[in-house]
């Protein structure tokens, strides 16, 4: 953020306040220097005003049209793969799906525990910690405090029962329903959240199904060997590289 002024706004109710009930007034973007220097300021992820409007106009069209989120996309991804591995939802999985037919977004319902890992990884792993940083599109009033118009603003949460622990019970209620979380938003909020969304929702959860259903993933070392803090943590938080033995089924 070089020596420029930064609020940071903390907590669920902070941030939805700030980019959902005062949406318009936090729905400039900062001109963070890398990024700026890297797009001169073009493209929908830094641009603002006019230009940014349109733009993202444009994108959520496009995205329609190509399906975003839709059952022709669910088709495309079944065809692509990633990793990673847990017994216990490799059971669910066999349970509800087997291991011939291809997974679908209506399964999803039917694997509680499953999708609430993947929510859990995401925000244990929270890859964009201070998410993307906003600005005010004026000198606006919040919470008391006067935010002049070019400040930058990003976010930060913290509502769990152990925040610093992977813990899929996050998601989970004490039957083992899934259970949402509104302090889930690795995807931000408001105007300027993010316009994938619903294709990278569907993209994690078909990937890691499809993988699950045909191999099982192991560490060398075993995995208590395996450290899952970052490697290293600034704008992004990066992950440790490892080694994997990935046997099929
Ligand atoms: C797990 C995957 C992803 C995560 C966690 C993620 C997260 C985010 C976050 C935190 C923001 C900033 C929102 C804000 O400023 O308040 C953002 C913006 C954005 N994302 Fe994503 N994203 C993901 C995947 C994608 C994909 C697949 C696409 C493209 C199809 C995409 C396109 C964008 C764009 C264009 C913006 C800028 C929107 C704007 O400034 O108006 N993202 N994303």
């Not at 300021?41 to 995205?63: A, D, K, M, P, V």
């Not at 839709?70 to 990633?82: F, G, H, L, V, Y």
């Not at 976010?155 to 209620?173: A, G, K, R, T």
């Not at 199904?209 to 600034?234: A, C, K, M, W």
Request: neutral net charge; hydrophobic residues 35%; aromatic residues 12%.
């Amino acid at each position: 953020m070089g020596l420029q002024r930064v609020v940071l706004l903390v907590g669920y109710e902070t941030v939805k306040e700030a980019l959902v009930d005062q949406a318009e007034d936090f729905s400039g973007r900062a001109p963070v220097p890398f990024v700026y220097k890297a797009t001169r300021g073009y493209g929908l992820l830094i641009s603002n005003g006019e230009r940014w409007r349109q733009l993202r106009r444009f994108t959520l069209t496009t995205l329609r049209d190509f399906g975003m989120g839709r059952k022709k996309m669910e088709s495309w991804i079944q065809e692509e793969n990633i990793c990673i591995y847990s017994e216990k939802m490799q059971k669910e999985i066999d349970d509800v799906i087997g291991q011939t037919r291809s997974p679908t977004m209506e399964d999803r319902k039917s694997l509680p525990y499953t999708n609430a890992v993947i929510h859990e990884a995401q925000r244990f792993l929270d890859i964009a910690p201070i998410g993307v940083p906003h600005c005010a599109t004026a000198d606006i009033s919040f919470k008391g405090y006067i935010i002049p118009k070019v400040s930058m603003i990003t976010e930060s949460e913290d509502h769990w029962d152990s925040p610093w622990s992977f813990n899929p019970n996050h998601f989970l209620d004490k039957n083992g329903n899934f259970n949402t979380n509104p302090a889930f938003i690795p995807f931000s909020l408001g105007k300027r959240a993010c316009v994938g969304e619903s294709l990278a929702r569907m993209e994690l959860f078909l990937f890691l199904v499809t993988l699950l259903q045909h191999f099982t993933f192991s560490s060398p070392g075993g995995p208590d060997i395996v450290d899952i803090s970052p490697e290293y943590s600034n704008f992004r938080n990066i992950q440790r590289r490892y080694e994997l033995i990935v046997t099929p089924h």
